[in-house]
């Protein structure tokens, strides 16, 4: 099992910063993502880190703007957005990966809204 807990969304102007974090507890996971779901849109990805190694990958509406990162204990995944822009309104979700065979995502955090103004 794996518990996760997202923080640190919130109102931000257009071009402004935002960084999430996504406590994780619970069974060690294979990788960690950010995910978001504007509405009316379907969930996409949004950036991946992998657990046991350092890649990471983003979706092309969001790289060189956003930044995947975790800490040192592994215990916190956080996700830096600048130069937001209003399509970036949405709620954001934690996901973590606990299987190495099927690489699905079956952990979800609750979500956490962020807001951009124009």
């Known amino acids: 099992q794996v518990q996760l807990v997202e923080s640190g969304g919130g109102l931000v102007q257009a071009g402004g910063s935002l960084r999430l974090s996504c406590a994780a507890s619970?069974?060690?996971?294979?990788?960690m993502g950010w995910f978001r779901q504007a509405p009316g849109k379907e969930r996409e990805i949004v950036a991946r880190?992998?657990?046991?190694?350092?890649?990471?990958d983003y979706a092309d509406s969001v790289k060189g703007r956003f930044a995947i990162s975790r800490d040192n204990a592994k215990t916190t995944v956080y996700l830096q957005m600048n130069s937001l822009k209003p399509e970036d309104t949405a709620v954001y979700y934690c996901a973590a990966s606990t299987s190495l065979i099927t690489t699905a995502w079956d952990y979800w955090g609750r979500g956490t809204q962020v807001t951009v103004s124009s």
């Open positions: 880190i992998g657990w046991r190694s350092d890649s990471t």
């Open positions: 619970g069974r060690t996971a294979y990788a």
